[in-house]
């Protein structure tokens, strides 16, 4: 991360730590310090203790004091902190112009076959299954993850999918994979003003089940053969590549980030320093 980076994630934390209501008495150390600590922890693949130590501050980031290992581990794992940081993700996502496609995937994250984890789920992942969390994600075309969520690895993706839609403003198509055709997901999209296209079965649209208009609508298209349009849905396996393809990316889970609380605020911070380095490298270009 440069220091532009670095610029532009610490002025979107102290952002939120503005605009997000705090309750309780004034602390010794402030929210921004705190969050501002984990990020750095973070981006450089350190444990909490790291954070605590001067000599792993620079010129980038300096602060005059720091909080005593427990007293830092300890707020970092306060709803405040998990908020703020949830916060700054969404913000360094947003953007003013939409885009006319979005998609809809997943990361998985499994974690070592003799983990005591209690949180980790047995689930599909790329090439079988094995126990852990999953990166649920809305993604816009250009390479934004305004609507992230994580889960076990056990968890549904069209019902995860859902939630994500109810939240989301939509561009005109939102693409995704044959494990996202379901008729409740067609119809969650089609409420938000866009239209879901997945690959469908051949029998697709016969039988006496329900099935959502739009589901209908994009059988007929896929009738016809494949539609032009759906190779733009490679896209987001670039996107999902590129969140690792930078030094403090998101890398397989380290040994220290377990249980579902850490691991959901672990790949946030991440996708957030991902956010923080495509607004700054857009603004210098």
């Not at 150390?29 to 984990?38: G, H, K």
């Not at 990166?135 to 999918?161: M, Q, S, Y």
Request: aromatic share 10%.
């Amino acid at each position: 991360m440069s220091s532009h980076e670095w610029k532009v994630l610490y002025s979107t934390i102290k952002a939120v730590h503005k605009s997000t209501p705090r309750a309780g008495r004034r602390t010794t150390y402030s929210d921004v310090l705190i969050v501002a600590m984990y990020f750095w922890a973070v981006w450089h693949d350190r444990p909490l203790c790291w954070a605590a130590q001067r000599e792993h501050y620079g010129s980038m980031f300096r602060p005059r004091r720091l909080p005593s290992r427990s007293q830092f581990c300890r707020r970092v794992r306060s709803a405040r902190c998990a908020a703020l940081v949830a916060a700054v993700q969404q913000r360094l996502a947003q953007s003013t112009v939409p885009t006319p496609f979005m998609f809809l995937d997943g990361r998985a994250f499994p974690v070592g076959p003799d983990s005591t984890d209690p949180d980790a789920r047995p689930g599909r992942c790329s090439g079988g299954f094995a126990r852990g969390y999953k990166l649920h994600a809305l993604v816009t075309e250009d390479g934004r993850f305004p609507r992230i969520r994580v889960t076990p690895l056990n968890a549904g993706e069209t019902c995860i999918a859902r939630e994500m839609v109810a939240e989301a403003t939509l561009g005109g198509v939102v693409l995704a994979d044959g494990n996202y055709d379901d008729s409740r997901l067609y119809d969650a999209v089609s409420q938000r003003g866009a239209l879901l296209f997945t690959p469908l079965p051949e029998n697709a649209g016969q039988g006496n089940h329900y099935q959502a208009w739009s589901r209908l609508l994009a059988a007929q298209v896929w009738a016809h053969g494949v539609p032009p349009f759906y190779g733009r849905r490679r896209a987001v396996e670039r996107y999902f590549g590129q969140l690792s393809a930078f030094g403090g990316g998101l890398a397989p889970l380290p040994a220290w980030v377990r249980t579902l609380p850490r691991v959901q605020l672990w790949i946030t911070a991440k996708v957030a320093i991902y956010h923080a380095r495509l607004v700054a490298r857009r603004a210098a270009g």
